[in-house]
């Protein structure tokens, strides 16, 4: 489990796209707003908004950013974008 201090949410997501990586990223709050901002400005293939594990629906795209990967994989619409950075978010709702 890693832990990061931040005081701003753009602290956060600085820290959070300070990687090499971008496959798959998980943001927890109880502020759909905020979690939707988050995500968009997350540089990952697929983002869980209160859930993590990297789980899709079949039809979604996947794929990461940066050195996860360039492209998308699924449905054939999805493969046929090779160049564009299509991102996923899943939202658990309880």
């Known amino acids: 489990m890693l832990v990061n201090i931040f005081k ?13 990586y ?5 943001v927890y709050t109880k502020n759909i707003d905020r979690a939707l901002r988050f ?3 997350l540089e990952s293939g697929t983002v ?12 979604m795209p996947f ?3 940066k050195s996860s ?3 998308r994989e699924g449905e ?10 299509t991102k996923s978010v899943i939202i658990k709702i309880s």
């Open 22 to 26: 971008g496959l798959y990223a998980a």
């Open 39 to 41: 995500a968009k400005g």
């Open 48 to 59: 869980g908004i209160n859930c993590t594990s990297p789980t899709t629906g079949k039809d």
């Open 8 to 20: 701003t949410e753009e602290e956060a997501l600085e820290k959070a796209n300070d990687t090499e």
């Open 76 to 85: 054939p619409f999805y493969s046929l974008n090779n160049w564009l950075e």
């Open 69 to 71: 990967g360039s492209g």
């Open 63 to 65: 794929g990461g950013y």
